[in-house]
């Protein structure tokens, strides 16, 4: 089983729609993020959390709220979709444990939700 | 603050080539860097990071990079291009401890045989 893994992996909505993105990790790190991926433009950050308690906005974080249910699982909701929201997404974590502080800022990403707003 | 630019979003090189992405960065604190490579429809890997000690960093596959503080410089190289090297490449930067990772915008990788 993959260490992070995101459901679901492709998803075509409607705007207005509702849409949450779920992450869920065996990695044991503390530490979750959200990130969207345009063609051009790279990853940009939008939500972070660094544990159950401590969550932060990143670049992007307009039209997004997220969810930190436990140490494993950290979802990403778009409360009413609008196409230019259209993008993949990716959860990736990190750990600080054991690692040193650079440790803290090598990512582990899933696979990738592809969001298709119409 | 923390920035990073990368030079070509398209690279095409043959393959036994040299392969060469260039990444500048901004940071005003000494940065961590890394390079994280993409293949079709997967998530990014770590190729390679940079944190303090030796200025030329391995990496996985024959991929290196070297840190020039006075060029700000991170640019990624390898000796001979392979057709599986074919991908999206990704140069970071991390303030140090800072809580973000920024990532420039990618560079597309072709291997021509």
């Known amino acids: 089983d993959a260490d992070v893994t995101q459901t679901p992996r492709n998803r075509i909505t409607k705007t207005g729609k509702r849409i949450m993105l779920e992450c869920s990790q065996t990695?044991?790190?503390?530490?979750m993020y959200w990130y969207r991926q345009d063609p051009g433009l790279g990853l940009r950050l939008i939500y972070y959390?660094?544990?159950?308690?401590?969550?932060n906005k990143g670049e992007i974080s307009d039209g997004y709220s997220v969810s930190r249910q436990a140490q494993a699982k950290f979802s990403l909701s778009l409360e009413s979709a609008i196409p230019n929201q259209t993008a993949l997404y990716f959860c990736?974590?990190?750990?600080?444990?054991?690692?040193?502080?650079?440790?803290?800022?090598?990512?582990?990403f899933g696979a990738g939700s592809r969001l298709t707003v119409l | 603050a923390q920035s990073v630019t990368q030079l070509g979003s398209h690279v095409s090189v043959s393959e036994g080539a040299l392969v060469l992405l260039r990444c500048n960065y901004s940071s005003s604190v000494p940065p961590y860097l890394f390079w994280y490579v993409q293949y079709p429809n997967q998530g990014l890997q770590l190729l390679l990071k940079y944190t303090t000690g030796a200025t030329l960093v391995k990496g996985i596959n024959g991929f290196e990079a070297e840190f020039k503080k006075s060029e700000t410089s991170f640019h990624l190289t390898k000796p001979s291009a392979h057709m599986s090297d074919a991908a999206e490449y990704f140069c970071a930067v991390s303030g140090g401890s800072a809580r973000q990772l920024t990532f420039g915008s990618g560079t597309q990788l072709t291997v021509l045989p």
């Open positions: 990695k044991g790190h503390d530490r």
């Open positions: 959390s660094f544990d159950v308690k401590d969550i």
């Open positions: 990736a974590t990190s750990g600080v444990r054991g690692t040193g502080s650079s440790g803290a800022n090598v990512l582990t």
